[in-house]
């Protein structure tokens, strides 16, 4: 069974960073794409970005490129989302995801952790 496990929400100032990271379990997952998703409260879920598990190519979301890095550690079956310069509408719950399909991978997700940015 497939297991995302997601860590390193919080409350933080305009301007500042925070680093998600997912830990994932239950299968391998060479063949598969992990992503970051986002949901603010009244809004649909949006991907934020996604990391292929082979090979590391990238998607970002506009409205994170510059700001957002997502990596992978294939030996830990880790992924991370390392976010600098946040804005208040970051603001929202993070999720973690994994799937087959690129570059919105959907089939697994993580229990999500809150971001939240103020002004």
């Known amino acids: 069974q497939v297991q995302l496990v997601e860590s390193g929400g919080g409350l933080v100032q305009a301007g500042g960073s925070l680093r998600l990271s997912c830990a994932a379990s239950?299968?391998?997952?060479?063949?598969?794409?992990m992503g970051w998703f986002r949901q603010a409260p009244g809004k649909e879920r949006e991907l934020v970005a996604a990391i292929r598990w082979r090979g590391g190519s990238t998607y970002y979301a506009d409205s994170v490129k510059g700001r957002f890095t997502i990596s992978r550690d294939n030996a830990k079956n880790m992924v991370y989302l390392q976010m600098n310069s946040l804005k208040p509408e970051d603001t929202a719950v993070y999720y973690c995801?994994?799937?087959?399909?690129?570059?919105?991978?959907?089939?697994?997700w993580g229990q999500g952790t809150q971001v939240t940015v103020s002004s």
């Open positions: 239950g299968r391998t997952f060479s063949s598969y794409a």
């Open positions: 995801a994994v799937g087959s399909s690129w570059p919105r991978p959907s089939d697994y």
